[in-house]
């Protein structure tokens, strides 16, 4: 890319685990400065004692630079508080109040930085009966309505990835953009607070209208199946291939072209849309037979030249090596076992690269210090545990990779 669109923006992040992590990830895709404020040592738990070798840690971090400072001392805050105005965006996802407690509030910040977008991420939002909660993915997943959705009714179970920590990252990237673009018109920062019970709103807003549709019933895995025509189905060769008809009839009687099968069209249980909803469970268990009959790569065949929507069933590992997969760049090539995933945007035709070094706890914590303090108080601040730098003798994963 000539220009990442954010390579004028610094974010400082106060960030554990994903939903903070990955929204200041894709910031940093976009050009964004961003440094992670980290506890000495260790640094934030996702490392998991792996420091910058950890493939979870590096998927949501790479990119990034490391501050470790310890904020439990007044001096590791006072240095906090003198770059803080030196950074556009400041992002939090600890439970609510703690960062003020430690004295670095949005009312403080935004003093020292009018123009601040003072970023909190919260499991349940700063007030009401859930406020001080612990949230984690699967938490988010549960009162959110997510796990009841995608189980069936009366069997809830757990889903199989994060989808509330990713859908709340996205959601806070997309805030702090919004706000970004407002300070550029009003020259005023924000206090920007978003929550993980909100953000799965995103996810789940079809749900919430079918939940009214139904007159209040609460929709499980099925109930969409009906008014989306979609249809999951073991094909003879044991693949899977997935049909979305929804309402439109011409893809009705392209399926029966494809499956050779246009009895159905005057069957008074299918001829129209709103029959094959009412009977949706009945055309299920025909079309699932039908495909039974023939292996996956000679459905795939008909079901193209009949124009008919469908899609194979993948795995990541489907997914991951499948041609448009590759065409679309969604990941960079494979660095030391791990391909890292790049933002879901082009900018005049070129996906932003992720491929920076992961960084080591601590790794930057004396250029960033030296921005505002001269060299012999950041040596005292190192020799006082108040700052924290990484072994600079040892090499990251991405440059053991590139040496090897």
Known sequence: MRRKPLQNIRVLE?????????????????????????????????????????????????????????????????????VLPRFDVLLENLRPGKLAALGLGPDVCRELRPDLVYTSVTGFGDGGPLRARAAYDSIGQAVGGIYSILSDAGSAQISGTCLADLVTGLSTATGILAALVGRADSGLGEHLQTSMMEAVSTVTIDAITQFFDDGHTDPARQSRHPQAQNFCLKTASGEDITLHLSSSQKFWLALLEAMGRHDLADDPRFVTYARRWDNYFELAEIVQAEFLRKPAREWEKLLSEADVPFAPVLGMGGYLSHPQTEWLEVTEPETDGLALVRPPWRFSGARPERGRVTPRVGQHSREIAAEVCGESRVDALVAAGVLFTADTSETSAAERETHA
């Open 14 to 82: 106060f960030g554990g685990y994903i939903s903070a992590p990955y929204a200041s990830s894709l910031l940093a895709a976009l050009g964004a400065d961003v440094v992670k404020v980290e506890r000495p040592g260790t640094g934030e738990d996702f490392r998991r004692a792996q420091d910058d070798r950890s493939p979870y840690f590096r998927q949501y971090n790479a990119g990034k630079r490391s501050f470790a400072v310890d904020l439990k001392d007044p001096r590791g805050v006072e240095l906090v508080k003198e």
